[in-house]
């Protein structure tokens, strides 16, 4: 199993990124990694972490890095040797089987649309963060790939995100959720009322409009929307997080029988902290794409990379793309289709 | 002053509404409050609470009770004598100033509406929900009025939430952020972005795109979004706030160090739910419309629907509706303006 690294992208990179290649390599005995980037700029942290002359690390270079600021598109075509653009295009030639990246999102939806296209009868492929929850995790997809989305994809994320929930995360039969703002299919937006009734008729077990309200204590496995809401929703989620941990911080240490209490407490705000923690998830996937792609949080330290990694071979091992083209298949939600019943 | 009180609407109605009423009214002397409700059903509570003949209540008789499982335009139809159309309809009459209701939202933000109807200029009345953030508060709107949005609605929103942050929250020059998926103004969904163009080109303070990771740390004083996003957006993050606090209990009770710990600093979890305590608030305003109306939280208290009726009394007595026309006047964003722009 090849994966290939995008090590110029992420708030740490490439150090991090490196030192989470080199832990990978050391936990997964049966991969081998091809780490994308500017040589020049990597080979000391190459040495240093011991994969200069490594057996199982091949290095392919790239001479252009996507900073946070380019707009994605433009990146795809202004710099077409960036280490996302050159690890998709490795991917498309069929030598690596998956992709890590923890650099600029967009720059990597867009590459990897473009350059290594979505599977036969997927439309679009969206982003499926694992998210925690009182009760276990559930995936919320589109987490930001897709700003407007037709019907149709919901549906289609609804099928992706089942068959990752339940190959890679080993739930059987998923509930699958619409994200709404009411319980009844007459409410919502537009979007959601057409999506409703696509989703009632596919052979997937879905559970209706899943409120915002009712997201965090797991109303089902998979949540669907669109990916401007999802994305929304996850930065919203994370800086309300944000703010809760400084005001935690800011109540605790008010006076010296508060800050006793933290400290006899200690551990319990590490358990707090570890519930949410995005290193352990190893990264979210890209789903339905002609390839395996796993895009990390921009923050990644080694641990999380090298989680990202440990995703990649879980993904490729399984066959996820194979089950994904099936269920589409079988769940006659592809675009070829609609168009047919509608021309009917 | 007059304003009428939906007294049967809301998780603890009436007995918790009339409670309320009873608070508000010594709290200010120069307000009169028409409670509308079944009379037969609150006799007991007016009694309880020392309201049955007081000088400054009148009652009026409303036949139904809109349940929460009722569809909002449904219950307009059907329900004609409920206790908030009953209070749209005295509102309408010029008989009240103001309407609150901590009931079924929808139904609520339906009667007025289509009974009360909006001011002159103004498209969509929107919800504008006050949150907690590190640095203060924003305005976030719409939080649930209007699910399908066009750019002009989002462009009457922005100054709608500018004006009431203005003259009712008190900060001066008010910054308007626009919430998307990115700073840049290419980033977003084609609402967002054609929305970006209008905001831009407004006699507001317009900071451009606010992204959900900056929303808890207070980037702009109002947040303009469509009402899907914004039900979406504050249903989750008060899920979400809900699950911290689940974990932060089951965290804290895990072993005897752990609740000594959580015992000496017991006033720190006090203070950390004032924060988030949507008590203070006072509702949430419906703007835009021929007269005052603030939405409870469904699970209001006395003290929540006391606070509601102030913010009533602050709205009526500065005039806010007149100052939103002069808003939408002044920028020019009617729905005639722009379309004879365009016919230009």
């Known amino acids: 199993m090849k994966i290939a690294v995008d090590v110029m992208g992420g708030d740490y990179a490439p150090s991090a990124i490196i030192e989470g290649t080199a832990i990978a390599l050391k936990d997964f005995s049966d991969i081998e990694l091809v780490l994308v980037g500017h040589l020049g700029k990597i080979s000391f942290y190459l040495e240093k972490f011991g994969l200069a002359r490594h057996p199982r690390v091949s290095l392919v270079h790239a001479e252009e890095v996507v900073e946070m600021k380019d707009a994605s598109i433009v990146t795809l075509r202004s710099k077409k040797n960036s280490s996302i653009s050159v690890a998709a295009r490795l991917m498309k030639n069929g030598e690596v089987d998956a992709i890590v990246s923890v650099g600029h999102t967009g720059a990597a939806v867009a590459a990897t649309n473009v350059i290594v296209k979505p599977l036969p009868g997927v ?60 319980e009844e299919d007459s409410k919502g937006n537009d979007l959601t009322k057409e999506a409703f009734k696509l989703l009632s008729k596919m052979p997937i077990n ?28 996850i930065k919203a989620c994370e ?21 006793t209490g933290a400290i006899l407490a200690r551990s319990a705000f590490k358990d707090l902290k570890a519930i949410a923690d995005a290193e352990e998830y190893g990264g979210i996937p890209l789903l339905g794409l002609n390839g395996i792609c796993i895009i990390g949080h921009g923050s990644s330290n080694p641990k999380a990379v090298r989680n990202a990694i440990r995703t990649c071979t879980e993904s490729v091992r399984k066959r996820i793309n194979e089950k994904i083209m099936a269920r589409i298949e079988e769940s006659g939600m592809t675009f070829k289709n609609i168009q047919s019943s509608e021309a009917n």
Request: with cysteine; aromatic share 8%.
């Open 123 to 182: 439309d679009r492929a969206p982003l499926a963060s694992v998210m925690p929850a009182i009760g276990g995790h559930f995936i919320l997809l589109d987490a930001g790939a897709n700003t407007d989305c037709k019907a149709l994809h919901l549906a289609q994320f609804a099928i992706m995100g089942e068959t990752y929930c339940k190959h890679i995360l080993g739930v059987e039969n998923p509930t699958v959720g619409l994200l709404s703002i009411g």
């Open 239 to 259: 800086s309300l997080a944000g703010a809760i941990n400084h005001w935690m911080k800011d109540v605790f240490t008010k006076n010296p029988v508060r800050k």
């Open 206 to 233: 879905f559970a209706g409009n899943v409120e915002g309200n009712d997201l965090f204590i797991k109303t089902t496995d998979v949540v669907v929307c669109d990916g401007f809401v999802g994305n929304v929703l």
